[in-house]
């Protein structure tokens, strides 16, 4: 078996060399079969509106990036898992809490996959839920603000991996665990992994305000639990997972979590395990997460921490969880939009295996089994197999779908994209990517209503596609034109981070508040001023705490005087503008958190520690009026 790895990894690395020096003789050759008109179809005129939003994961930049399609222009990074200093997110007192974790303040995070809200299976344009992978969290983002409203953490997972996916009608959002540990943590030897880590997936329930609370964990077995989908149509109320190392290897993956030639699909039926929790299954277990959410009437972001988790054994809910053996290591779990077809991307094959939903609940109707996995039932691999795209690629990893009968999967090593047809299995059309592909996306893709028009490819390797800027190079997307019969490149974009994967939807489908968001008379923040006359300077012991308020072009105060080296101070600004579109910023020189971009309406507050006395000027830093440059003022600060 080893032996039988190491042949195939040489295969593999033999022709990921040959990819490559095949891109490397593509150099200058300028993907030749470019159409004439694609300039037109990507060109969206000055003042014009892009027909889709894309939401990019901006990977371990732990942001959300928001791009338009087809023209590939970015607009925004909305700040998620990472501090920005751009507005103060992650900086300022009101969003500080966002980013507590049960392991303290974590500045930073690995954001994988966005999905977008879904009613009756089709995308509403309500939220964009994003995980981070590497301290389990989940976020959720309006698209009203196109803010992080709320983040939760998950409790005994590690590497929130296979997640964040929601099922039809957005009853749960779903986080899925790669590394299986201890659960609950313990102090124990890492040889003795096997049989005592475990998986769980974490099955967060959200409310119609998006409102996000644990429902239940299923403690499953120790194995990588990697990608998930939702069922969808008949199969609404499955969630599907696939898995790695079922082996249980806790050393030297690479070749030891590769031993089996099979791994599982995990087949879960969450809506059977909800209505046995609901009845009053479970036990609940310690636990330890922070629950973060922003209330826009304070402006402030609270930070709960919670102790309990509810959990269930999935043996003891019959017919709960089965296991579906898949070839070689699947990385990505597709699900298309009848819900009939369960795609496993076996990464280390060139084929890939289609379960059949139907065929699953024939298979456990007949108890058709092949054996068990700690208690839980593997089904036969022939009895759920509804067919196999031969010859698609070389590492395959992520299938999407257009709605029309077609599914896309990506290959990375090969590095291209294959069109194969559902239900005949065969391959209709290939189109090399450049370079490396992980993920690819369609508009709705992982929705009962795909919109298949464009479909993108998010590139690991950029290497020759833009000037170069270094040995450090952005990662591409690629966009195609699926709406033919072929896939017709049209565009190479620049994309920040890693984004392993994005959603997107009809522009029409979202609606933002673009306009005033905060009212000055419903301003609720604890320290805000809400004309001139409120404006004051409180000492609380060596805390100071500045009123302070911002209007075209000054500040009130602008002068302050009576502040000593050794204190802190707050400044709480409130931007007194009604106009939606005039932010003002506050810039502290020495200040070592960032600066702040209050939008109007709003509270925002830094703090500064002075170190020497001095007169301290600070200034607006978002360019507001003619007369920015005038928006300014001292600190006086005298020795203790
Ligand atoms: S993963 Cu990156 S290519 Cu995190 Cu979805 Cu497959
Ligand atoms: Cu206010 Cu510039």
Redesign the pocket.
Known sequence: MKNFFRIFSLAILGILTQACNNSDNSQGKKSGALASNVAERVYVAPGEHDEFYAFLSGGYSGNLLVYGLPSGRMFKEIPVFSQFPTNGYGYSEETTPMLNTSHGFIPWGDA??PDISQTNGETDGRWVFINENNTPRIARISLETFETEEIIEIPHSAGN?SSSFVTENTEYVVAGTRFSVPYPQKDMPIEEMKGNFKGPLTFIAVDDKGGMSIDFQLKMPGFNYD?SHPGRGDSHGWFFFTTYNTEEAHTMQEVNASQNDKDFIAAVNWKKIQEYVKNGGGKEIDAEYAHNVFDHKTHNATSTMKKKVLTVDPREVEGAVFFMPTPKSP??CDVDPSGEYIIGNGKLSTDLTVHSFSKMIKAIENEDFEGEAYDIPILSFESTLGGTVKEGGLGP??TEFDGKGNAYTTFFISSEVVKWKLGTWEVLDRQPAYYSV??NMIPGGNSRKPDGKYMISMNKITKDRYLPTGPELEHSAQLYDISGDKMELLLDFPTHGEP??AAAIRADKVKPNSRKIYRLDENEHKYAATSEDETKMVREGNEVHVYMTTVRSHFSPDNLEGIKVGDKVYFHVTNLEQDFDVPHGFAMIGANTSELLIMPGQTKTITWEPKREGIWPFYCTDFCSALHQEMQGYVRVSSK
């Open positions: 994988h996959h991996h990608l990385h990505g990893l992520h992980g993920h392993h994967y």
